[in-house]
Every structure is written in structure tokens, then in C-alpha cells.
């Protein structure tokens, strides 16, 4: 168990819908990270937030956002989803902001688009 | 820009026998290397990491040695079990506070 928990598990929406993941990061983690695993892409970094602040910027389209909330959970919205959506969506956190420092992932949040 | 790039899968290996996945990187500076492990239904876990060059990270039998002047750092283990079978995934990062690039992953199966 990495301590990272993410919810829903599995999403299943419709086209042009708007979805949100939430993230909850290891207990003292301050840094949250969001990637999305495709087949065609692999694992792609989208943003990550620092203590409450956008730290870095992935490949993250416009049609996405996220936040980090005081309690230091995060949220990823997504919205006017297209089929090529579907993905596994994970969330990492580490301690701080530093690029060396081990990143702690949950299991994910599988986004099916029908 | 940065890249990491793995041997293609998957590999499909008898218990006990010897692993290696390659892995490469492209990178402007001077990043750390790490390999994470995906098992079925689960996400990713770090498995071991090297930070500098010539560094070698060791966990669970697992090996890799950061090789500056061949771009390298390579996995290796000396008698796989079933119980490695799993994705694989080769990542750099910079200490300046970039997110992980990861490769592509190569899969492990191995049998009994």
C-alpha cells in the first residue's frame, strides 16, 4: 500500500461529459502529481502542484484542470471528453518538489469514454 | 527534448533464469534514473534509483548501474521469479523539480 489514495477506480462517461478524480497524497507528502497511461502513449506527466501551488506543466490540455486544496488532496477535472480520453489516470505524491525524490503512486482512476 | 527509451517487449523468461532490460536515455543535463514495477491492477512502485553517475541501485535482487558515458542503465536480475512477472518502467528526473519522463514500458512474463 503506497498510502495514496485515488477515487472513483473505474469512470465511465459519455462523450462531451465533465469528469473529476480526486487524489488524496501519503500522509506529509506536499507534492501531488497527475499522469495519464494510455496504450498509444504510455505514461504522460500532466501538471503538478506543491503545496497548494501549480509547480509544473505536462502535456495537460486545455480542457483539463486541477487544484490542490488546503488538506493538500487534489482534484483533476476533465471535461467535453472525447473517446481518445480513455486512459488510466494516476496520481503520485513525494515529500517535496524535487525531481530526485521517490514519487509514491496510487492505483489509479480507469476513465472508459463510450 | 529528454526522452527514455526501453527494449520492446514483452520478455517471456523461465524461473531462475538471468534478466536484463535495457534501457537508454536522452537528457541535457544531469538526471537521476529509476526503474518502477507495475503489477497487474495496481499502480506503479518504485523499485530502485541511482542518482548520480556510476551509482548503483539495488533492491529485491534487482540491479541497475547509472552509466554516464554510454546514456545507460540497464535491469538486471540474477534468477527471476514468478512472482516478477510485471511491466516495467525505466524514468529519469531533474532535481530542479521536474515530473518523471518514463519510457514505455517493457513487459516481464516468466513462467514455471
Known amino acids: 500500500d503506497s498510502g495514496v489514495t485515488q477515487t472513483p477506480k473505474h469512470l465511465i462517461t459519455a462523450t462531451g461529459q465533465r469528469v473529476t478524480l480526486r487524489c488524496s497524497p501519503r500522509s506529509g507528502d506536499l507534492s501531488v502529481y497527475w499522469y495519464q497511461q494510455s496504450l498509444d502513449q504510455g505514461l504522460q506527466f500532466l501538471i503538478q502542484y506543491y503545496n497548494g501551488e501549480e509547480r509544473a506543466k505536462g502535456n495537460i490540455l486545455e480542457r483539463f484542470s486541477a487544484q490542490q486544496f488546503p488538506d493538500l488532496h487534489s482534484e483533476l477535472n476533465l471535461s467535453s471528453l472525447e473517446l481518445g480520453d480513455s486512459a488510466l489516470y494516476f496520481c503520485?505524491?513525494?515529500?517535496?518538489?524535487?525531481?530526485?525524490?521517490?514519487?509514491?503512486f496510487g492505483d489509479g482512476t480507469r476513465l472508459s469514454i463510450l | 527534448g529528454d526522452s527514455v527509451t526501453q527494449m520492446e517487449g514483452p520478455v517471456t523468461l523461465s524461473e531462475e533464469a538471468f534478466l536484463t532490460i535495457n534501457c537508454t536515455y536522452t537528457a541535457t543535463g544531469y538526471p537521476s534514473l529509476f526503474w518502477y514495477v507495475q503489477y497487474p491492477g495496481e499502480g506503479l512502485q518504485l523499485l530502485l534509483k541511482a542518482t548520480k553517475a556510476d551509482d548503483k541501485g539495488s533492491n529485491k535482487g534487482f540491479e541497475a548501474t547509472y552509466r554516464k558515458e554510454t546514456t545507460s542503465f540497464h535491469l538486471e536480475k540474477g534468477s527471476v521469479q514468478v512472482s516478477d512477472s510485471a511491466v516495467y518502467f525505466c524514468?529519469?528526473?531533474?532535481?530542479?523539480?521536474?515530473?518523471?519522463?518514463f519510457g514505455k514500458g517493457t513487459t516481464l512474463s516468466v513462467s514455471s
Open positions: 503520485a505524491s513525494s515529500v517535496g518538489a524535487g525531481g530526485n525524490q521517490p514519487q509514491h
Open positions: 524514468a529519469l528526473s531533474y532535481q530542479a523539480g521536474t515530473a518523471l519522463i
